[in-house]
């Protein structure tokens, strides 16, 4: 006997939302995550921009905030994005305007307490999208800077602290964030509405939805003083219970800038994380040293030591993934022959030549860490097309 392969027609394909993996929730034990019982490592770009947007003047009429160049991503764009992902070998997406999305007119909470429904509009479709094509998300819930997408100082200055980070990332009023009853009820607020929220795509609540496996303190978190860790144990444990409270399956993120170890024996975190600019081998193992449940992302110009920060996490069994900054496709529908770009230098477009031997390097890392093994991923990258408009989303 050898094996058998059945071929045999189909009279009904099953609906998209039958149970399924995509309902399986990941889980951590110790310092590994697993998938339905294998190991998961979670590898992917950011992709900030999902839910907002800062980079594409939308066609006259559509809702745009002149301001903050602030602009929905239109569905083909979240939809090409999760195609490339696909190609590239990643399993997840970490995006921060899927929950960073505060203090201007187009934002899910434009002033305290106010709800804009439009904006989940984009947020959903990014994760019934995810959903279809087998992709997790991890999503921070706010920011410790003042960009177009909002952060830490709105929930400051809704509840009468005048700051902003032009005039006050060391004011010592900041840490207010983490340690005034008023400010940290509005955060809970808004991580409430966030959570509870229905997907009309697939009637799942971000609680419910396996999709999103990891909810994140915030991006970048500091005090007063930058990347001193300062972000008090009591507010992460307060934040991670809730988290917890509204999605017992979530896994929680501690999103303090940096690894502090004060921070270690938090119950409610399962993943530490830290980000590297530049990459530094060195610092990687400092913090492996430091934590079980490392968490990096990496971004480098320079390809010879992105080869050797690949292989230092291939070979780290307590790292669970990495997610490199960033990635951006294209102009779809309305301009397939333009890349949308990021004016930091370190935007990824998947199709665009000149970033080809990036983006081999990338994928030959993602499907070793996704798929358990050491044989080098084939040359070939596959074909991503650029998307036509889609039918329009029927009325909510
Ligand atoms: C908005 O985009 C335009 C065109 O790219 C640019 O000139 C302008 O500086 C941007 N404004 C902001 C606030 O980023
Ligand atoms: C906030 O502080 C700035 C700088 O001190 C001041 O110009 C502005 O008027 C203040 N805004 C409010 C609403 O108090
Ligand atoms: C969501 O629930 C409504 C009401 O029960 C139903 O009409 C709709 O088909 C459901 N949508 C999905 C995607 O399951
Ligand atoms: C780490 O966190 C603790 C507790 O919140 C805080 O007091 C300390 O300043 C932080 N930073 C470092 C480097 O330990």
Redesign the pocket.
């Given at each position: 006997m050898k094996s058998l392969l059945v071929l045999a027609a189909l009279s009904s394909l099953p609906g998209v939302l039958t149970q399924g993996i995509r309902d399986v929730p990941v889980t951590r034990s110790g310092s590994v995550l697993y998938l339905d019982g294998s190991p998961w490592r979670a590898v992917g770009p950011n992709v900030y921009w999902l839910g907002l947007d800062e980079n594409v003047i939308p066609p006259a009429g559509e809702p745009f905030y002149a301001p903050l160049n602030a602009s929905y991503p239109t569905r083909e764009r979240i939809t090409e994005i999760m195609a490339v992902v696909k190609a590239m070998g990643g399993t997840m997406i970490r995006s921060h305007t899927l929950g960073v999305s505060t203090g201007n007119p187009l934002s899910l909470m434009p002033t305290g307490g106010k709800v804009n429904e439009a904006a989940f509009d984009a947020i959903d479709w990014a994760v019934y999208q995810a959903r279809m094509y087998g992709l997790r998300l991890m999503v921070p819930l706010t920011d410790n800077f003042d960009y177009y997408h909002g952060g830490k100082y709105d929930f400051l200055r809704w509840n009468g602290f005048n700051l902003s980070r032009a005039r006050d990332e060391r004011n010592p009023a900041v840490q207010n964030f983490y340690t005034n009853s008023d400010v940290v009820a509005a955060f809970k607020e808004y991580i409430q509405i966030l959570l509870t929220h229905v997907n009309p795509w697939t009637n799942l609540t971000y609680a419910e939805d396996p999709t999103i496996f990891a909810y994140e303190t915030g991006n970048e978190l500091c005090?007063p003083v930058w990347k001193?860790?300062?972000?008090?144990?009591e507010w992460i444990q307060e934040i991670g219970r809730l988290v917890k409270k509204l999605g017992p399956q979530k896994l929680f993120v501690d999103g303090?800038y940096?690894v502090?170890?004060?921070?270690l024996a938090i119950d409610e975190v399962d993943i530490y994380s830290n980000h590297y600019y530049p990459i530094s081998i060195n610092v990687l193992r400092q913090d492996l040293a430091l934590g079980e449940y490392g968490w990096n992302r990496a971004s480098s110009t320079a390809d010879d030591d992105l080869a050797s920060w690949f292989r230092e996490i291939e070979k780290s069994p307590a790292i669970i993934g990495d997610a490199f900054w960033s990635l951006f496709g294209r102009d779809a529908p309305n301009a397939c022959n333009r890349f949308v770009d990021h004016a930091d230098g370190l935007t990824m477009q998947y199709g665009n030549p000149a970033h080809e031997t990036r983006i081999q390097l990338v994928r030959q890392h993602f499907v070793k860490m996704s798929q358990g093994t050491t044989i080098a991923a084939d040359a070939a990258l596959p074909a991503v097309p650029c998307l036509a408009a889609l039918a329009p989303a029927p009325e909510s």
């Open positions: 005090g001193d860790q300062n972000v008090p144990v303090t940096g502090n170890r004060s921070h």
